[in-house]
C-alpha cells in the first residue's frame, strides 16, 4: 500500500501536463501513486499521459469518455490504494516536498485531513494566499467554527471565504471510503466545494501546513472580461447539494445567512457578466437575462432577508436595485464599473 495516492483528472491539457507531472514524478515521498484519469481528451493528452507511465511504474493511466471533473475524480478514488488521497490539477504543479510534509504532518498529529498553503501562478507574479486559521492542529470545533462555516459562505456578503479546492488537501483515504464522499456529478463549476464541506463533517481533526506547496496556475487575465454562457445557471447548481448536506448533518452557524450570502453573491457575479462588453446577446436579451437573475427565488429570498444597514451606500443600491428587479440600473452600473477599472 503506498503512503499517497495522487489522483489528477485529465482533460485536453498537453500544454501543461509535462510541468506538472514532472512536479509529481520528484516528489521527496517516494512512496506513491499517480493516478492519471484521461477524460476522453482530444488532443495529445492521454498520449503523453502513457508515455510518462513508461517511465514510471508508479503511475496509473486510466482513460474513460468524457463525463468531466467529477466522475473522473470519482474514478481516481475508486482506483486509490494508498493510506491517504491528494488531488492535483493537470495544469498547475507542486512543489518537490509537497506531499511528504503534508503526509508527515498528518502521521504526527494523527489527523485525518492536511490542508497547505498555496500559490496563485500568474502571467507576471506569484501571489501567496495564506489560510487563515488560528491554529496549526484543529479539532472538530475549530474545524466548524474557522474553515468548514467559511467554506458554506460568508456572514457578509464580500466577506473573504475559504477557497474550496480539493488539491490543497490531503485526506485519509478511509474517511472517503467509509463514508461515501464523492464529487457530485453533472456540476462543472464549484464541484469541490460540497466535496469539501462534507470531508471536513466528518473529519475529527485536521493539520495546517504553512508553507506554500501547491502552484494554482491562473489562466490568462484576459479570462475575467470574457462574456461566460450560462454563468448563473451552472454557478448555483452546486448549491441545492451544500442545502441538502447541511441539512442531512443538522449543521447550524448562520448556516442560512450563509447560503443566501453565497446564491447573492453569485447573482452579482452573473448580472456583472451580462454587463460585460463582449456579450454577443442583444442589449434587451442582456437586461431579461439580468431580471431572471434577479428574480431567482433563492436569490430574491437572500435580498429581502438581509440587514442592508451593515453596507456601503454602493452597495444598498446593488442590492435594492436586485429587489426591485431593476436590470436597467443593474447593468448601468456594472458595465461602467467595467470600463472604469479595466
Known amino acids: 500500500m503506498p503512503k499517497v495516492s495522487i489522483i489528477v483528472p485529465v482533460y485536453n491539457k498537453e500544454k501543461y501536463l509535462e510541468r506538472s507531472l514532472n512536479s509529481l514524478m520528484n516528489q521527496s515521498l517516494e512512496d506513491i501513486e499517480i493516478i492519471l484519469i484521461d477524460d476522453g481528451s482530444s488532443d495529445n493528452s492521454l498520449e503523453l499521459c502513457k508515455t510518462f507511465q513508461k517511465k514510471d511504474n508508479r503511475i496509473k493511466v486510466i482513460p474513460q469518455q468524457n463525463q468531466g471533473v467529477s466522475v473522473a475524480r470519482n474514478t481516481g478514488i475508486k482506483h486509490a490504494t494508498g493510506e491517504y488521497i491528494g488531488f492535483t490539477d493537470p495544469d498547475d504543479w507542486v512543489e518537490k516536498d509537497m506531499f511528504l ?17 498555496y500559490s496563485q501562478d500568474t502571467k507576471d507574479n506569484t501571489i501567496k494566499q495564506e489560510l487563515n486559521v488560528t ?5 472538530s470545533k475549530d474545524i466548524d467554527e474557522q474553515i468548514l462555516s467559511k ?16 488539491w490543497r488537501l490531503l485526506i485519509k483515504r478511509e474517511l472517503i471510503i467509509d463514508n461515501n464522499i464523492t464529487f457530485p456529478k453533472g456540476i462543472h463549476r464549484m464541484q469541490d466545494l460540497s ?19 501547491y502552484h494554482y496556475k491562473v489562466h490568462d487575465d484576459s479570462a475575467s472580461s470574457i462574456y461566460d454562457v450560462n454563468t448563473f445557471e ?23 445567512y450563509r447560503i443566501n450570502n453565497r446564491y447573492l453573491y453569485i447573482g452579482m457575479k452573473s448580472i456583472s457578466n451580462e454587463a460585460k462588453q463582449n456579450n ?10 439580468i431580471k431572471e437573475i434577479c428574480s431567482h427565488k433563492k436569490v430574491q429570498d437572500a435580498v429581502n432577508n438581509m440587514d442592508i444597514s451593515q453596507y456601503s451606500f454602493k452597495e444598498k443600491v446593488i442590492f435594492n436595485s436586485i429587489k426591485n ?17 479595466h
Open 101 to 117: 510534509k503534508m503526509y508527515k504532518k498528518s502521521e504526527e498529529t494523527n489527523s485525518s485531513v492536511c490542508i497547505s498553503n
Open 135 to 139: 491554529k496549526d492542529i484543529l479539532d
Open 151 to 166: 467554506l458554506i459562505g460568508p456572514l457578509k456578503v464580500g466577506e473573504s471565504t475559504i477557497m474550496s479546492t480539493v
Open 195 to 213: 466535496f469539501s464541506i462534507e470531508t471536513l463533517i466528518y473529519a475529527d481533526q485536521l493539520c495546517v501546513v504553512r508553507d506554500h506547496l
Open 234 to 256: 451552472e454557478l448555483i447548481k452546486i448549491l441545492p447539494i451544500v442545502e441538502k448536506i447541511i441539512e442531512k448533518h443538522n449543521i447550524d452557524f448562520d448556516t442560512k
Open 280 to 289: 454577443p446577446n442583444t442589449f434587451m436579451q442582456a437586461l431579461n437575462n
Open 325 to 341: 428587479k431593476n436590470s436597467l440600473v443593474l447593468f448601468g452600473y456594472y458595465r461602467i464599473t467595467q470600463i472604469i477599472f
